[in-house]
């Protein structure tokens, strides 16, 4: 049972590979230069295989609880998928040849348009970063001052509830008139999207902190400043964590709309304009790159938070 | 005397959220010398802990200052350490890192590194450092805790039911342990307590509490010899008056409720 349960993603990636290469293409659909689907699909099989012999030396765990062990039906499943992808659209072309290009045309652009797409990459790296490091520094100085000040909270908070809500994306022509350069204006709305959950979460996690942490810091000589660094902001970390991430995936809605004023290069800017030229495989492609990315900026958040946060016990974990 | 703590006529009004104004101390006059251990002991309200508080400046009296030496309370300061009933350690910062706190705000840590070990090992933590509070039971913080208190060598140790939360048998311990401590530091000792028992066991002098108004019922001295038996009779005889005193307070108070 074991065995088979091993075996599945082999046998599935097998039974992709025969309908690839066994089965002739439709003459409606664009041929592609090379069969990219099949080798993506080797390259897949084989990472897994070369994984689950690595873990099962390595990891000390119950052999049906290794990680890919225990992805293995997953991986069969999702392998399955492609293949009826591949069926419906290549093969057989049921559905709409246009909107739906075969899986080889989607894969092969990620390679035959890599330099392109690496550009983009780069630069809607460096706007995301731009934007989101400005947004963070900004709301996070500006939650621990609403926390701690009562004057700080009379003037900001009003601001924060009036402005905070508005759409980062709805600033645009407003934006467009104050920045000379459209990517300064693009920062700009990526940073008002990461700034109104970072100021609102960390300036009601300071609040929230137990008043007797202040009180014995001060009976241990710290001075208000140190109370502030040392005892509100640490306790106030999981709340600013909070904060960070909702303002990080609001940030990822906000580039693709920021890219799409005035912008050159851009991954969001990648789509949308393949989408105008009507290459749907390389809009495809687009989205795959833009999935992956965003999956490794969350996966590296989690990360970081789970070294930053270690010290939680029993609280939600999200 | 040098280094002794006087109330004079400190008092002390909260105003409730409806805007009542609660008497929660009304004149308090007292003097500790220094080295003493001192016990405030009374029922829930008796104003107990507001002196201690006020002591630790973390309040300001309303009326009446209290002086340390010649100089006035007025903020809270590293010459007084204070031990709250829950060990209020900081979650995110390990054993080593609570206990060597107070030397690091201070900037004194790197000239006194080595006493944090000693004062780990002072209140039985060693092996421990690397753990987070969340790990250690409810004993072991309150050790953690005193530790914290005690290595900035404070003039004064405010303890504000300190073992209140632990059971029976760590609680034992945590007496001793405290005596041994005091004995050690020389340091003068103010605990706020609900048990009689521990007052006796503990301190040179009781101050015996009650509420409404707040205030100080009588003082008690303590002419036992360290360690004490808990079956003297001198022990038994004035655990008797002071529960004779609280128990009386209480009829009276029942007795107008009444009325």
């Not at chain 1, 897994?48 to 290794?66: D, M, N, Q, R």
Request: glycine residues 8%.
């Amino acid at each position: 049972m074991k065995a088979i349960k091993a075996l599945l993603p082999l046998i599935s990636a097998v039974l992709a590979e025969i309908v690839a290469f066994g089965v002739s293409d439709s003459p409606l659909h664009q041929k592609s230069a090379h069969p990219y689907f099949a080798y993506l699909l080797i390259i897949v099989t084989v990472l897994y295989y070369a994984g689950v012999l690595i873990t099962s030396k390595t990891v000390k765990k119950k052999p049906s609880e290794h990680p890919p062990f225990y992805r293995a039906v997953f991986l069969a499943g999702v392998i399955l998928f492609f293949n009826i992808l591949n069926i419906v659209t290549v093969k057989t072309a049921l559905l709409p040849v246009l909107y739906f290009p075969s899986l080889d045309r989607v894969f092969g652009t990620l390679v035959e348009d890599r330099e392109l797409i690496f550009k983009c990459i780069k630069f809607s790296m460096g706007l995301l970063a731009k934007g989101v490091l400005g947004g963070l520094i900004v709301g996070f100085f500006m939650g621990i001052a609403v926390g701690f000040s009562k004057t700080a909270e009379y003037w900001i908070n009003p601001i924060i509830r009036i402005l905070g809500p508005i759409p980062s994306t709805a600033w645009i022509p407003v934006l467009l008139v104050l920045f000379a350069k459209a990517s300064s204006a693009s920062a700009f709305i990526i940073g008002i999207s990461v700034w109104f959950p970072t100021v609102v979460l960390t300036s009601s996690g300071i609040s929230n902190v137990k008043n007797s942490y202040f009180e014995v810091s001060s009976t241990l000589g710290s001075n208000n400043l140190q109370k502030i660094f040392r005892i509100g902001v640490p306790s106030a970390m999981p709340s600013i964590f909070l904060g960070l991430f909702n303002g990080i995936c609001g940030s990822f809605v906000a580039l693709m709309t920021a890219e799409m004023i005035g912008a050159k290069y851009g991954i969001g800017w990648y789509v949308n304009w393949q989408k105008e030229m009507m290459a749907y495989s390389n809009v495809y492609a687009g989205l795959i790159v833009i999935a992956v990315l965003f999956y490794l900026i969350i996966t590296v958040l989690f990360k970081v938070r789970d070294k930053v946060l270690g010290w939680q016990k029993g609280v939600i974990k999200w | 005397m040098v280094g002794s703590i006087r109330f004079e006529g400190v008092k002390k009004n909260f105003l409730t959220l409806e805007g009542e104004t609660v008497n929660a101390l009304s004149g308090v006059d007292l003097e500790i010398e220094k080295g003493d251990f001192v016990c405030l002991i009374g029922p829930s309200g008796c104003g107990k802990s507001t002196m201690l508080r006020l002591l630790a400046g973390l309040d300001t009296p309303t009326e009446g200052t209290i002086y340390i030496g010649d100089k006035k309370v007025t903020k809270p300061d590293c010459d007084r350490g204070l031990v709250f009933q829950d060990p209020n350690l900081f979650p995110w910062l390990n054993i080593y890192d609570n206990i060597s706190f107070g030397l690091k705000v201070r900037k004194l840590f790197k000239q006194r590194k080595k006493d944090v070990g000693e004062f780990i090992e002072l209140v039985g933590l060693k092996g421990f450092e690397k753990s987070y509070p969340h790990q250690l039971s409810g004993g072991m913080c309150q050790r953690a805790s005193l530790a914290r208190a005690l290595i900035g060598h404070p003039k004064a140790l405010l303890l504000d039911e300190p073992l209140g939360a632990l059971d029976a048998f760590t609680r034992m311990n945590m007496q001793d342990e405290l005596l041994r401590i005091r004995k050690e530091q020389e340091m003068t000792m103010i605990m706020v307590t609900h048990d009689v028992d521990e007052a006796v066991y503990l301190a040179d002098k009781i101050v015996v509490m009650t509420p409404r108004p707040a205030k100080i019922e009588q003082i008690i001295e303590v002419h036992l010899s360290q360690p004490r038996d808990r079956n003297n009779p001198e022990f038994i005889r004035l655990r008797s008056q002071i529960l004779q005193i609280l128990d009386f307070a209480g009829k009276e108070k029942e007795i107008e409720y009444n009325i």
